[in-house]
């Protein structure tokens, strides 16, 4: 099994920055994709970053290339999503997932799953 702890989540004004961290126990995640996800009410859940921990490959929606970036730290077992220019339109609960197997963008896929952490942009 493993577990997903997200931080990092708050009220930010348009333009600012904030830095998600995902915590992984349970396992080495050496061999897993992981990624992060975004939610609003009455909405499916979006893939925002992906990264592949076995070649470093990195996915990102379109809506945040530029301003997210993903990185991984295999030894502590952490990935990070430094979000940069934040606009009220990223406001959403972010999840972090990972996946076994599958390194995509279909949330479905993904086996693991944290709790997740609100990121709020005020205009």
């Known amino acids: 099994q493993v577990q997903l702890v997200e931080s990092g989540g708050g009220l930010v004004q348009a333009g600012g920055s904030l830095r998600l961290s995902c915590a992984a126990s349970?396992?080495?995640?050496?061999?897993?994709?992981m990624a992060w996800f975004r939610q609003t009410p009455g909405k499916e859940r979006d893939v925002v970053a992906v990264?592949?921990?076995?070649?470093?490959?990195?996915y990102y929606a379109d809506s945040v290339k530029g301003r997210f970036s993903i990185s991984g730290d295999n030894n502590k077992n952490t990935v990070h999503l430094l979000m940069n220019s934040l606009k009220p339109e990223d406001t959403a609960l972010y999840y972090c997932?990972?996946?076994?197997?599958?390194?995509?963008?279909?949330?479905?896929?993904?086996?693991?799953w944290g709790q997740g952490t609100q990121v709020t942009v005020s205009s």
């Open positions: 990264i592949n921990r076995r070649g470093g490959s990195q």
């Open positions: 349970g396992r080495t995640f050496s061999n897993y994709a």
């Open positions: 997932a990972a996946s076994t197997y599958y390194s995509g963008t279909y949330h479905r896929n993904y086996e693991y």
